[in-house]
C-alpha cells in the first residue's frame, strides 16, 4: 500500500528565508510523487510531479523538489520565500492507475 | 483558463437525509474522481470514473455513496443517508488521463457539514 507522511502540519518562514517542506512516501511500485498547493478559498493546484528520469523537478512559482529514493523523501523547496507562498502543500503519491494517495498537508505562514 | 467548478461551496445537511454534490469537469478531460477531506485529516480518494463507470473505489466509497454523470457535462456524487462522519470538505478533480500522464485539476470544494 502506498502512503505519504508530511512532517509539521505548520511550518513558519519570514520572507525571503528558504522554504522545505518535508515528504516520505512508501510505495510498493516505483513512485509517481506530486505536490498540491491550495490557495485559500481554491482547489488543489499541481505545483510539481516526479514520474521517470530526472530526479531534481522543477515547477511553478520557484519551487522544486528532489526525489530520494535511498530516503523514500521528496522534500519541496523555494529558496526565497514570499508572502503569496502562504497556502497550505500537500504531498501525494501514485496509488493506482488513476488515483492519489495525499498526505496531510503543510500549512506554510510567510511573515514579513 | 478551464477550471473545474463545484456547487454549492457549502452544504449542511442532516443526518439521514440525502446530499448531492455538484461538479463540473473540464470539457475535454475523460477521468473523473473524488476525494475528501475530514478536518484536520489527510484528503482521501473515494473513487474514479471512466467511460461512464467507475474504475477504481476506496474502502470509504461503500453502499451509501454512487456517482453518475447523467448529462455529459455534470458529474455528481450521492450519498443516500448522511452520517456525521461524512462531514468533510469534498473534492472533485478531472484529468485528460490517469494522473501519471496529465495533471488531475481540482475544484474549490464542497464544505459538506452533517447535524
Known amino acids: 500500500a502506498q502512503s505519504v507522511t508530511q512532517l509539521g502540519s505548520h511550518v513558519s518562514v519570514s520572507e525571503g528565508a528558504l522554504v522545505l517542506l518535508r515528504c516520505n512516501y512508501s510505495?510498493?511500485?516505483?513512485?509517481?510523487l506530486f505536490w498540491y498547493v491550495q490557495y485559500p478559498n481554491q482547489g488543489l493546484q499541481l505545483l510539481l510531479k516526479y514520474t521517470t528520469g530526472a530526479t531534481l523537478v522543477k515547477g511553478i512559482n520557484g519551487f522544486e523538489a528532489e526525489f530520494k529514493k535511498s530516503e523514500t523523501s521528496f522534500h519541496l523547496t523555494k529558496p526565497s520565500a514570499h508572502m503569496s507562498d502562504a497556502a497550505e502543500y500537500f504531498c501525494a503519491v501514485r496509488s493506482g492507475y488513476s488515483t492519489l494517495t495525499f498526505g496531510k498537508g503543510t500549512m506554510l505562514l510567510v511573515s514579513p | 483558463e478551464p477550471e473545474v467548478t463545484q456547487t454549492p461551496s457549502h452544504q449542511v445537511t442532516q443526518m439521514g437525509q440525502e446530499v448531492i454534490l455538484r461538479c463540473v469537469p473540464i470539457s475535454n478531460h475523460l477521468y473523473f474522481y473524488w476525494y475528501r477531506q475530514i478536518l484536520g485529516q489527510k484528503v482521501e480518494f473515494l473513487v474514479s470514473?471512466?467511460?461512464?463507470?467507475?474504475?477504481?473505489k476506496s474502502e470509504i466509497f461503500d453502499d451509501q455513496f454512487s456517482v453518475e454523470r447523467p448529462d455529459g457535462s455534470n458529474f455528481t456524487l450521492k450519498i443516500r443517508s448522511t452520517k456525521l462522519e461524512d462531514s468533510a470538505m469534498y473534492f472533485c478533480?478531472?484529468?485528460?488521463?490517469?494522473?501519471?500522464?496529465?495533471?488531475?485539476?481540482f475544484g474549490q470544494g464542497t464544505r459538506l457539514t452533517v447535524v
Open positions: 478533480a478531472s484529468s485528460q488521463q490517469g494522473v501519471m500522464n496529465t495533471e488531475a485539476f
Open positions: 510505495s510498493s511500485v516505483p513512485p509517481y
Open positions: 470514473f471512466y467511460n461512464n463507470e467507475i474504475s477504481e
